[in-house]
């Protein structure tokens, strides 16, 4: 079955970085494109981006452009979220989703908070 | 950027009874050579993500329950559930994939009164 795997809750300082994984299971890694949804506490979704996962071409929705990264590793069938100089607005559920122009797979989603 | 625009923000309905959640793109999200509207609603719970029920418009997710169902086409668009469970409690969004950023509504609250 298809499965959508996040890493676990992360806990950082501002101006840190984090990397969220998110390993796929159950079809063919390469052919769907992988998509990233942020949510605040309390708050509604928000669309980051999007990698594609034949070419590894990122691309980033306005805000989240500079210190957020889409990268891949297909030998291991995951992608990655990597958040750098964390500010305390960062603190949120990041949710990995398979895309088929809708999102019909999703983690579990990895919650990161920022917090001196 | 297409904004989707969910109304109400919050429902209260008691159980049995019908729940109609609306939703208004800024512009229309039909395209016509192929006539589907790009237009999904999700089903969140809390601590879950969420939970793709409709796309298309009107085409069902595998293994959600017939009293769940979408409609509407080009602006406007409503996701009803028929006989409300307890089980239906959650959050609900619509998503547009029309046009580049994909957009979601605010989400609206569904309770049970």
């Known amino acids: 079955q298809v499965q959508l795997v996040q890493s676990g809750s992360e806990l950082k300082q501002p101006g840190a970085s984090v990397k969220v994984s998110c390993k796929a299971s159950?079809?063919?890694?390469?052919?769907?494109?992988i998509i990233w949804v942020r949510q605040a506490p309390g708050q509604g979704l928000e669309w980051m981006g999007w990698?594609?996962?034949?070419?590894?071409?990122?691309t980033y929705a306005q805000g989240f452009t500079g210190r957020f990264v889409f990268s891949l590793d297909t030998s291991v069938s995951t992608a990655y979220l990597e958040i750098s100089s964390l500010k305390t607005e960062d603190t949120a559920v990041y949710f990995c989703?398979?895309?088929?122009?809708?999102?019909?797979?999703w983690g579990q989603g990895t919650l990161v908070t920022v917090s001196s | 950027d297409i904004v989707m625009t969910q109304s109400p923000d919050s429902l209260a309905v008691s159980l049995g009874e019908r729940a109609t959640i609306n939703c208004q793109s800024s512009?229309?999200?039909?395209?016509?050579?192929?006539?589907?509207?790009?237009l999904a609603w999700y089903q969140q719970k809390p601590g879950q993500p969420p939970k793709v029920l409709i796309y298309?418009?009107?085409t069902r997710e595998s293994g959600v329950p017939e009293r769940i169902s979408g409609s509407g086409s080009g602006t406007d668009f409503t996701l009803t559930i028929s006989s409300l469970q307890a089980e239906d409690v959650a959050v609900y969004y619509c998503?547009?994939?029309?046009?580049?950023?994909?957009?979601f509504g605010q989400g609206t609250k569904l309770e049970i009164k």
């Open positions: 159950g079809y063919t890694f390469t052919t769907y494109d």
């Open positions: 989703a398979r895309d088929q122009r809708y999102y019909d797979y």
């Open positions: 512009q229309s999200i039909l395209y016509r050579t192929n006539n589907k509207n790009y």
């Open positions: 990698i594609n996962t034949n070419t590894g071409k990122p």
């Open positions: 998503q547009q994939y029309y046009n580049t950023p994909p957009t």
């Open positions: 298309w418009g009107s």
